[in-house]
């Protein structure tokens, strides 16, 4: 980052210089081999005559044999082309090749179908139109993510992981029995390289690219005796943000969303005493530092009619302070293996991984999104809010262990797996809109007073010691019926247990109106909405208490909104309880003094969607998944096959919530269910001496209870404003949806070193006879249907094409030259189910389709008494298609290829489109993607 970087600058040298030295063997040792081994001018060979270096170069100009991939899908290593299913691997030499680099997202430009967005440091992957809007708690992903085949249950403890990387495997489909809870729409494997015995081996990496981009990597690898060998790797990133401020720097001098400052450490052991046992142990940290990925407002652009494309930048928004992320993820895993005989083994797998997540947003004015023509006018309407911190802060901990004993075993006809599955994990959060206050009139209450509020988003959210705990057991086979027949079948069954203690407290102040004169020196201004008042809270310094360790006790929970209707419960001192959820204040904060200074003459009256503030819920269910299936080898070269199979999304916990009828939404909501009907051909061919991969399967998914998860406006209503609502999150089973698809995939060997890989992919996924409570109508609350809506993030018709070429030179020190291009084609998508389309009331009070711009929009905002009042295309989802591309091109030099120098551009064409989109009737927050990257890199290997 270019600016308010976490670690002093002396600390930034001695973290590069230690990755520098663990790789420096490599570089050293590369160099000293090549030194050695190059002919010296008086020893340099002779030029070669022409008809010797025409037959050298008559292999490259025929077709090459394509490449075995080995893969895990079935948790045994076994050829791509045998392997019953679709799935997608990528080396990490394709991982660079391919502009994919160290960034998880970049995996969809390479896997069609796949989307992977980031929200506030978390990452939501949906596959084939299968996956969860948010993954907080009680709302699991629906695919499933594994480091060295160990289940990962949070997506924030991903972390920076395609450094070292062995390969990455995407299995398309659920995966209930082979993989087990919330891999419905399918998995994604990261598998790092393990050590190597016998084996001193090593590698340097260095980086730099746009926007202060700069990259580091070491790997050494270290035998110890025969049996024994570690592998160390470290790993670094810093980029500056993309994202500049649409105010001037003499206004706001602070570094924009997006940047990044990343280390990651791994250590592996590997023990094999001899041939019947193996101990494979993983140690790993990550540090995350950055400024955050808030969202764009995008609402009132789009009701002014500037779609995303449409702005001249995109990534040039307003806001007023700079944001700060921070994620620290420790974990060590194990998988320690046993062979009975050549025909049984025992496999136990156990792992604990923790993480720490701290994220303020960038503060920006609500509704206040990117510069487009006439925002100006809005940007600095009531400036006196300019020098507001107002943001949204969340921090959240977990840490889990998982435990699995695995059997398997191969008789020559049969090969079975069976075993047992637990997972635990304790979980503590705390979300809060935290603000200057809000300061109003508030003679209502007491003649000569101010009242102010600390509620925003709801008000100050914790969850202390929830837990989840999940049980499984599973068996699995493969039967060689015949020499080219054989019968896939396996069953799971899982018991998912989730405890949620939950706490939620919105703050009322009652202030003698002459206070805040006498502590700051003027008057309020009451010309302003809301007041201006001259007390300051949230600037830099200024922290929440950390999830699990708040302090104050516990508050006396009120209700009624008048003095004669107020009813407080026991508790202890609410202003005090108030103060014991900050951490710290910031430079500038001056809410401490003033509460403190006034606590006696302030009133101060906390109030819950909870009754006694907390809430504690449990959630118990049980199901089962399973799979059959055959595979038919029509020759040693073609194999058809087909499946069915389930996959699971385990249910979950909403808070009670009512809408204004009274009527309590679900307090819970149910398992996602899905069944996969599959069938396909893989097959190697070769067309004259053209050697030709082709794979192609239709599949069908029946999706039940699918879950909704949007953010709903929930009465919460005031003396002076009736109609006030609270924003919460709610997951609901509204929905069923079907998923018809065809992919097509594979590769060509060409000639002069060409290889041209390809993949289709057709989805036809549609919502079926689903009605569900439209999020956008706010008070209205209406039921509207959703037949034939498309899901959410899925395009129709996804395609990815990657022509790669490698040139042999092998003249003086350079050995070859090789190039890549992939280009990735995305349909047309929506971004939530209502698919842009409009619903209202007619006037017998029935439910109608509307045009969407029709529809009301929440027009409450600063930005609105500025700019004047949005419509309802300040609702749309819909996102445009569009085409990615990615190159890449290196040389490879040295005696033993050792060293290589190479340059990428990731997005060639700049493209920029949403990922992501919270919509309802007064917010359309927008995720956009990457902007063009481009940078160069030096790698040493020995």
């Given at each position: ?343 049984v083994s025992v496999e136990f797998n156990t792992s604990y991984r923790k993480y720490d997540f701290y994220n303020r947003n960038a503060s920006r004015e609500w509704q206040l999104g990117p510069v487009y023509p006439g925002s100006e006018r809005e940007a600095y309407f009531n400036p006196e809010r300019l020098k507001w911190y107002d943001t949204f802060y969340q921090a959240d901990k977990s840490s889990s262990t998982i435990n699995e004993l695995r059997f398997f075993g191969d008789t020559g006809r049969l090969i079975w797996s069976a075993g047992l599955f637990n997972y635990e994990e304790k979980y ?314 065809l992919e097509l995939e594979g590769r060509v060997g060409l000639p002069h070193g060409f290889n041209l890989g390809y993949n289709f992919t057709y989805l036809d996924a549609t919502f079926d006879d689903s009605m569900v409570l439209d999020t956008r109508s706010g008070g209205l609350g209406l039921i509207v249907p959703l037949d034939g809506n498309r899901l959410p993030n899925t395009s129709k018709y996804n395609a990815n094409v990657s022509l790669s070429q490698t040139i042999d030179i092998n003249h003086g020190a350079l050995s070859s030259f090789d190039w890549t291009i992939n280009l990735t084609y ?117």
């Amino acid at each position: 980052m270019s600016r308010s970087k976490p670690a002093s600058s002396q600390h930034q040298f001695n973290r590069h210089l230690l990755t520098v030295a663990l790789a420096s063997l490599g570089l050293c040792s590369s160099w000293a081999a090549w030194s050695a081994e190059l002919p010296s001018a008086a020893d340099a060979p002779a030029p070669q005559d022409a008809a010797p270096a025409a037959a050298q170069a008559a292999p490259q100009s025929a077709a090459h044999e394509l490449d075995a991939v080995q893969v895990t899908g079935n948790r045994r290593v076994q050829s791509i082309q045998k392997y019953a299913g679709t799935i997608q691997s990528f080396s990490g030499e394709d991982l660079t090749k391919l502009g994919i680099n160290t960034d998880f997202r970049n995996l969809q430009a390479v896997v069609p179908g796949l989307q992977i967005t980031k929200q506030e440091g978390k990452y939501e992957i949906f596959l084939r139109g299968i996956g969860a809007a948010d993954s907080d708690f009680s709302s699991d992903p629906s695919v499933a993510t594994y480091y060295n085949g160990i289940y990962l249950p949070r997506p924030r403890s991903i972390g920076p992981m395609f450094f070292d990387v062995d390969r990455i495997e995407v299995n398309k489909g659920p995966q209930g029995t082979v993989r087990g809870r919330n891999a419905t729409g399918g998995s994604i494997n990261v598998i790092s390289k393990r050590p190597e015995l016998g084996v001193t081996s090593g590698g340097l990496k260095i980086g730099a690219g746009n926007y202060d981009f700069t990259t580091a990597e070491g790997v050494l690898n270290l035998p110890i005796g025969e049996t024994f060998a570690l592998r160390a790797a470290l790993f670094d990133e810093e980029r500056s943000s993309y994202i500049t401020n649409g105010y001037p720097k003499s206004l706001f001098d602070a570094e924009g969303p997006s940047a990044l400052d990343n280390q990651a450490a791994r250590l592996s052991m590997l023990w094999e005493p001899n041939d019947k046992f193996s101990a494979f142990v993983m140690l790993d940290k990550v540090t995350e530092r950055g400024t955050g990925d808030p969202g764009l407002f995008a609402e009132r652009g789009l009701s002014a009619g500037y779609d995303i494309k449409d702005l001249h930048d995109p990534f040039k928004q307003y806001f007023r302070t700079q944001g700060k992320t921070t994620n620290d993820i420790e974990g060590v895993a194990g998988t320690f293996t046993y062979a009975f005989n050549d025909k049984v083994s025992v496999e136990f797998n156990t792992s604990y991984r923790k993480y720490d997540f701290y994220n303020r947003n960038a503060s920006r004015e609500w509704q206040l999104g990117p510069v487009y023509p006439g925002s100006e006018r809005e940007a600095y309407f009531n400036p006196e809010r300019l020098k507001w911190y107002d943001t949204f802060y969340q921090a959240d901990k977990s840490s889990s262990t998982i435990n699995e004993l695995r059997f398997f075993g191969d008789t020559g006809r049969l090969i079975w797996s069976a075993g047992l599955f637990n997972y635990e994990e304790k979980y503590d959060y705390v979300s809060w809109d935290v603000g200057n206050g809000y300061f109003g009139d508030c003679d209502w209450w007491k003649p000569g007073t101010v009242c102010g509020y600390q509620d925003g988003l709801g008000g100050e959210n914790r969850g202390d010691n929830s837990k989840v705990e999940s049980n499984a057991v599973y068996g699995d086979f493969s039967f060689a019926a015949t020499d080219s027949l054989r019968v896939i079948g396996g069953i799971r069954y899982t018991r998912d247990k989730k405890i949620a203690r939950e706490s939620n407290i919105k703050y009322q102040f009652i202030v003698p109106e002459e206070l805040f004169q006498q502590f700051t020196g003027q008057p309020i201004n009451t010309s302003t909405n809301p007041y201006t008042t001259g007390l300051i809270l949230g600037s830099p310094g200024f922290r929440l208490a950390p999830p699990g360790d708040r302090r104050g006790g516990d508050p006396s929970i009120c209700t009624g909104w008048s003095p004669a209707d107020l009813r407080c419960g026991p508790g202890g001192n609410t202003l005090d309880y108030f103060l014991g959820g900050i951490d710290s204040f910031g430079a500038n904060d001056n809410w401490a003094q003033f509460l403190q200074k006034n606590r006696d003459q302030i009133q101060v009256i906390a109030r819950s969607d909870f009754p006694g503030g907390k809430s504690e819920d449990v959630y118990k269910d049980s199901y089962v998944d399973w799979r059959v299936g055959f595979e038919y080898d029509v020759n040693p070269q073609v194999m058809l096959y087909g499946t069915v199979s389930t996959g699971t999304r385990s249910g979950g916990i909403n808070r009670p919530l009512s809408l204004n009828d009274g009527s309590a939404l679900a307090p819970s909501f149910e398992p996602e269910e899905l069944t996969s009907y599959e069938a396909g051909i893989k097959g190697d061919y070769l067309w004259g001496e053209t050697p030709v991969r082709l794979n192609a399967s239709v599949f069908f998914y029946d999706y039940k209870n699918k879950v909704l998860q949007n953010l709903i406006d929930v009465p919460a209503p005031t003396p002076t404003n009736p109609n006030a609502t609270s924003r919460q999150v709610f997951n609901d089973n509204a929905a069923n949806a079907s998923v018809l698809g065809l992919e097509l995939e594979g590769r060509v060997g060409l000639p002069h070193g060409f290889n041209l890989g390809y993949n289709f992919t057709y989805l036809d996924a549609t919502f079926d006879d689903s009605m569900v409570l439209d999020t956008r109508s706010g008070g209205l609350g209406l039921i509207v249907p959703l037949d034939g809506n498309r899901l959410p993030n899925t395009s129709k018709y996804n395609a990815n094409v990657s022509l790669s070429q490698t040139i042999d030179i092998n003249h003086g020190a350079l050995s070859s030259f090789d190039w890549t291009i992939n280009l990735t084609y995305r349909s047309d998508y929506y971004l939530t189910a209502f698919n842009s389309r409009g619903f209202g009331l007619d006037a017998n009070g029935r439910v109608i389709e509307i045009p969407l711009k029709d529809m009301p929009f929440n027009n409450g905002s600063n930005p609105a008494a500025g700019g004047g009042p949005a419509n309802g295309l300040a609702m749309r989802d819909d996102v445009d298609g569009f085409l990615t591309v990615n190159v890449s091109a290196g040389v490879n030099f040295g005696s033993d290829n050792q060293f290589r120098i190479d340059g990428f551009v990731s997005n060639l064409t700049d493209e920029v489109y949403s990922g992501k989109g919270f919509v309802n009737n007064a917010t359309n927050i927008r995720y956009l993607n990457t902007p063009r990257m481009y940078g160069v890199r030096f790698s040493s290997q020995f």
